[in-house]
């Protein structure tokens, strides 16, 4: 970590290892996944944004990354990653 101009701390991203970025991408992925279905409100807005193809992207991505990374998980954190790709393949299902 270094810091900016304005005493803020930056994270350089090219020297996270690849399960943790893989790991990073899943959450993020994920969150806009559940804000694209319009179940959860994005920060900063005051109504919810539904766009069911982007959502459908954001989990196929999510999916996609949780086979890349479950080599290198424990068996638990296998399972709690592919139980929130089935959570977020049924609301989306519940959704469209």
């Known amino acids: 970590m270094t810091d900016d101009k304005?005493?803020?701390?930056?994270?350089?991203?090219?020297?996270?290892?690849?399960?943790?970025l893989l790991g990073l991408f899943i959450g993020i992925l994920s969150e806009k996944a559940w804000q694209y279905?319009?179940?959860?409100?994005?920060p900063g807005?005051?109504?919810v944004e539904k766009d069911m193809a982007k959502a459908k992207s954001a989990i196929d991505c999510v999916a996609f990354l949780t086979?890349?990374?479950a080599p290198s998980l424990s068996?638990?954190?296998?399972?709690?990653l592919?139980?929130?790709v089935t959570d977020l393949q049924l609301n989306y299902v519940k959704q469209a």
């Open 82 to 84: 592919r139980s929130m």
């Open 45 to 47: 807005r005051s109504e």
């Open 37 to 42: 279905m319009g179940i959860r409100l994005a």
């Open 67 to 69: 086979e890349k990374i």
């Open 75 to 80: 068996s638990d954190d296998d399972r709690r």
């Open 6 to 20: 304005e005493g803020l701390a930056t994270l350089d991203l090219t020297a996270v290892e690849l399960d943790d």
